[in-house]
């Protein structure tokens, strides 16, 4: 039984400042669209296809019926981080945060290690040194932390205890990724701006992208919308996705993931400087970003290695793949709803460098 969807958003628009990108006219549109097609379907994955410059879209809804539709909401994962980064960076521009400026300047006596000394940089990019949630308890069956289940007691308002504790490295010394970072930053966003996270994302992200059914769930909201599988097809709805904060609780449709990224490209919600200071991959800490991946790759059909911004999510057995060739104007967005292996596009096969090749390769 097919148990995937997926969407292929490509947006096609030109960047602040600079000329337009034209989507590929004709026969050389519908040969992409063909590609995509051809790889979703070897890798068994049913689902829809859009291939936009602000309106259009390519390709058609593909798989079961219940699959014929971008408007059910999924949970965004980790794609929350990069939604947040955009909010940081937006207060960056209007002079109320510096990325290189500890936190405590902003939050006075604020209860995690180091505060004095970890900025919102090394919140962004996972070097803070603070405790990491995922060393708290995993529930019986090892599927998610005891504290992200629904019949759990929940922790207590504001950032989870487990990242008020000690700090396991010190700050800067390197790389490891954790909910804990994203968290402290939401405080510092709500502390900054006087504004609950969630009405902050809404009035300075989801408004003007655009994104009309996409919001920050709660702590404790039943679930709605999409669910994910695990491998022997329980589902995961016992997961309260509300608990993740500022790491992973956003949901809503693919589409407006779509409308997300185009926003992002076109100079909507960050000035290019902005985007580029955020999107800049640094080779020492694995490429990282600011909550998200930057690097350079060869695929398979493209004369030249294709410059990538990738950010993924994953809870429960909801996988997300949001890729953006800053380059070309192009996102590729992928859910699935049960495990998938993606692979890696620097290993030069699987199922993300297959589709990223078909996607922006097969119409050169």
């Avoid at 790889?39 to 296809?49: C, P």
């Avoid at 981080?81 to 109320?96: D, P, S």
């Avoid at 969630?198 to 009309?212: R, V």
């Amino acid at each position: 039984m097919k148990a995937l969807l997926l969407l292929a958003a490509f947006v096609a628009t030109a960047v602040a400042a600079k000329p337009p990108i034209p989507v590929p006219p004709g026969d050389a549109l519908l040969n992409r669209c063909a590609a995509i097609e051809k790889v979703a379907d070897a890798l068994k994955i049913s689902g829809q296809y859009l291939l936009s410059d602000t309106v259009d879209d390519c390709g058609n809804l593909l798989g079961p019926q219940e699959y014929r539709t971008s408007e059910a909401p999924w949970r965004w994962a980790s794609v929350t981080k990069q939604i947040v980064a955009v909010a940081v960076m937006q207060q960056v521009e209007r002079g109320k945060l510096a990325l290189d400026t500890p936190i405590a300047a902003y939050v006075p006596g604020l209860k995690v290690a180091n505060a004095n000394r970890i900025t919102l940089r090394m919140l962004l990019q996972h070097t803070s040194g603070l405790p990491n949630v995922e060393d708290g308890p995993l529930d019986a069956k090892k599927e998610t932390l005891v504290q992200y289940r629904y019949d759990a007691p929940a922790p207590p308002p504001g950032i989870s205890p487990i990242c008020l504790g000690k700090a396991k490295a010190e700050p800067g010394a390197r790389f490891e990724y954790d909910n804990c970072d994203t968290e402290v930053v939401g405080a510092v966003l709500e502390a900054i701006t006087g504004m609950p996270l969630g009405d902050l994302l809404t009035k300075s992200i989801f408004t003007p992208a655009g994104m009309t059914a996409t919001r920050l769930v709660p702590p404790g909201e039943k679930p709605s919308g999409r669910v994910g599988y695990f491998a022997d097809g329980r589902d995961d709805a016992f997961i309260d996705i509300g608990r993740f904060g500022a790491a992973g609780a956003v949901r809503g449709p693919p589409r407006d993931l779509a409308s997300f990224d185009r926003a992002l490209m076109t100079g909507q919600l960050l000035k290019p400087e902005s985007r580029a200071e955020m999107e800049r991959g640094n080779p020492k800490l694995g490429y990282a970003a600011l909550a998200m991946w930057s690097y350079t790759v060869p695929l398979k059909g493209c004369a030249t290695p294709q410059k990538l911004v990738e950010r993924r999510g994953e809870i429960g057995g909801v996988q997300i793949r949001n890729i953006v060739a800053p380059e070309r104007n192009l996102a590729l967005i992928v859910f699935t709803d049960r495990p998938f292996d993606f692979g890696e596009p620097w290993q030069g096969k699987g199922g993300t460098y297959d589709l990223l090749s078909a996607a922006l390769c097969s119409a050169q």
